[in-house]
Nanobody, 124 residues
Framework: QVQLVESGGGLVQAGGSLRLSCAAS????????SGWFRQAPGKEREFVAA????????YYVGSVKGRFTISRDNAKNTMYLQMNSLKPEDTAVYYC?????????????????WGQGTQVTVSS
């Protein structure tokens, strides 16, 4: 199993940037494809981005393409989400997730391991 802890959330003005981190412990992080999801109040959890075990394949939801970048450093057992040009509609709790399957996937239900989440608030 793997344990995940997110950090880096906070309050930022529209147009600003934040970098989220997801630190993994337990089984070797490079064994897992990983993803970022978010959930705004009153809404369902939404896929944001995913990355393969090696980092060579990435997927993004259309609303964040060109603004967010997912990456990972397997030597540090850490995944990142660099978020630029933030908008108020990006406000949500952001979760990282890990999946022992090699191909990154967009469905939240396919990820068995989750962190506790970190709040991102973007003010207008």
């Amino acid at each position: 199993q793997v344990q995940l802890v997110e950090s880096g959330g906070g309050l930022v003005q529209a147009g600003g940037s934040l970098r989220l981190s997801c630190a993994a412990s337990g089984r070797t992080f490079s064994s897992y494809a990983s993803g970022w999801f978010r959930q705004a109040p009153g809404k369902e959890r939404e896929f944001v981005a995913a990355i393969s075990r090696s980092g060579g394949i990435t997927y993004y939801v259309g609303s964040v393409k060109g603004r967010f970048t997912i990456s990972r450093d397997n030597a540090k057992n850490t995944m990142y989400l660099q978020m630029n040009s933030l908008k108020p509609e990006d406000t949500a709790v952001y979760y990282c997730a890990a999946d022992p399957m090699g191909t990154p996937r967009v469905q939240a239900s396919l990820y068995p391991y989750w962190g506790q989440g970190t709040q991102v608030t973007v003010s207008s």
